[in-house]
């Protein structure tokens, strides 16, 4: 089930939840047999950034604009239901006041709201995509979307790789802040992560988390775990982390040059590393290069598959998948199967009941949607969507034997027949 404080539906906020573990809550898996392929239908967007699911059959499309920031002018953000099954707008919201550019965050909350961070604005709309409120947020910077806490509350942060990221704590139903805005010890370029009310930062060069204290109305920092996974080493920044209840896994050297794709453009000279850091006691620490080449760069999450005890990391710069398996203690990992030559770079899906993990290859010049056996590599199905940008952005299952593809400028959906 999904997290206590979204929507309990198949998949109500990016990654399926707060965990980030890219695992639906309960959606039909493709189930892809002997004499099936995978098919798509594909609709031009403004930079699509993800899709959410609702009641049955409600798909929600977040979108962005992108020319106004070449000119340094404010740019915004739309919401649109759309048709489950043409990807047609069925309602769409007025152009929703977003400032500076990045791929913003969207989610359903508990109390049925549907909330976007987008820009320096947070934004709540209703089920027909209308706004109801909007808060403008502290900086001056863009938000790379939020989190909610078990107990409702929003975190959001902003996108900040010189000064302290800025850590704001919002209550959902009165759209105001629940406390005031906690200073982080460092810059932070990923998005935030949280399990029940902890809160997981990665910073630009250490990971550190904060719980929620009621009797205090404060986020406050967990003073005894931190890890520097920086070091003295020559690595760049890390991305999103994963948290599968007993660890936290997340990918650096998040540094690179993306427009378009991400194939040849990281800039560090090392390979970029897979890191593993126990959630219990944070001297329990892993960095394992993911191919070993230099320029190793990602943008994204690695995949945790806890039912298989598998781990998958990838170099969207040098065209790497590399598959692990962990122990009960996930403290030894040995390589099960490597793909090269594989433009992997997006969000993934993981269909546990089947072993189905959806995954992206940017493919002479084109993006492809590829379905592997998680424990074997062995591809299932592959299709092209056609769009010219390699994603990096957010998948979703649909409501049936299908996914929902945001590759930047278009939107897919993925299915079997």
């Known amino acids: 089930m999904s997290a206590p404080g979204y929507l309990a539906t198949p998949w109500p906020g990016e990654d399926g939840g707060p965990q980030r573990l890219q695992v639906p809550h309960g959606a039909t898996a493709p189930g892809l047999r002997a004499g099936e392929k995978l098919h798509a239908i594909s609709r031009r967007t403004w930079m699509s950034t993800m899709t959410l699911l609702g009641e049955p059959g409600e798909v929600y499309l977040l979108t962005h604009s992108v020319l106004r920031a070449k000119l340094g002018l404010p740019t915004t953000a739309c919401v649109e239901r759309i048709d489950a099954q043409?990807?047609?707008?069925?309602?769409?919201?007025?152009?929703?006041?977003?400032?500076?550019?990045?791929?913003?965050?969207?989610?359903?909350?508990?109390?049925?709201?549907?909330?976007?961070?987008?820009?320096?604005?947070?934004?709540?709309?209703?089920?027909?995509?209308?706004?109801?409120?909007a808060l403008r947020l502290p900086m001056n910077e863009p938000y790379n979307s939020f989190v909610i806490l078990?107990?409702?509350?929003?975190?959001?942060?902003?996108?900040?790789?010189?000064?302290?990221?800025?850590?704001?704590?919002?209550?959902?139903?009165?759209?105001?802040?629940?406390?005031a805005d906690t200073l982080c010890p460092e810059p932070s370029i990923a998005r935030l992560s949280a399990i029940g009310n902890m809160v997981y930062v990665v910073g630009v060069r250490a990971i550190f988390r904060y719980h929620w204290r009621d009797d205090t109305?404060?986020?406050?920092?967990?003073?005894?775990?931190?890890?520097?996974?920086?070091?003295?080493?020559?690595?760049?920044?890390?991305?999103?982390?994963?948290?599968?209840?007993?660890?936290?896994?997340?990918?650096?050297?998040?540094?690179?040059?993306y427009f378009i794709r991400m194939i040849g453009h990281g800039v560090s000279a090392?390979?970029?590393?897979?890191?593993?850091?126990?959630?219990?006691?944070?001297?329990?620490?892993?960095?394992?290069?993911?191919?070993?080449?230099?320029?190793?760069?990602?943008?994204?999450?690695?995949?945790?598959?806890?039912?298989?005890?598998?781990?998958?990391?990838?170099?969207?710069?040098?065209?790497?998948?590399?598959?692990?398996?962990?122990?009960?203690?996930?403290?030894?990992?040995?390589p099960l199967w490597h793909k090269s030559a594989f433009g992997c770079a997006s969000h993934m899906l993981l269909y546990p009941q089947t072993g189905e993990l959806v995954i992206n290859d940017y493919h002479r010049a084109?993006?492809?949607v590829v379905m592997l056996a998680i424990e074997s590599g062995a591809e299932l199905g592959r299709v092209r969507c056609g769009g010219l940008n390699q994603g990096v952005v957010f998948p979703s299952p649909g409501?049936?034997?299908?996914?929902?593809?945001?590759?930047?400028?278009?939107?897919?959906r993925v299915f079997v027949a």
């Open 86 to 133: 043409s990807l047609q707008t069925i309602e769409r919201s007025p152009r929703l006041a977003g400032g500076p550019m990045w791929p913003g965050g969207m989610a359903l909350h508990r109390n049925g709201g549907l909330y976007v961070v987008y820009g320096r604005y947070l934004h709540r709309l209703d089920r027909a995509c209308q706004p109801l409120a």
């Open 150 to 179: 078990d107990n409702g509350l929003i975190v959001t942060k902003n996108l900040s790789d010189k000064t302290p990221a800025c850590l704001s704590v919002i209550d959902a139903q009165t759209m105001s802040a629940a406390c």
């Open 366 to 368: 084109r993006e492809e």
């Open 399 to 412: 409501w049936g034997r299908d996914v929902y593809w945001s590759s930047m400028d278009r939107l897919s």
């Open 270 to 334: 090392t390979p970029n590393r897979l890191i593993r850091v126990s959630l219990s006691d944070a001297s329990d620490h892993q960095l394992l290069e993911v191919c070993g080449l230099p320029g190793g760069s990602i943008t994204n999450p690695p995949l945790i598959d806890l039912q298989r005890r598998i781990v998958i990391g990838y170099d969207s710069a040098n065209r790497h998948l590399q598959a692990w398996r962990f122990d009960d203690a996930a403290k030894e990992l040995k």
């Open 217 to 257: 109305r404060a986020l406050v920092l967990d003073a005894d775990w931190r890890f520097d996974y920086i070091g003295d080493s020559a690595q760049s920044y890390g991305w999103d982390v994963v948290l599968d209840g007993a660890n936290a896994w997340f990918m650096d050297n998040g540094r690179h040059r």
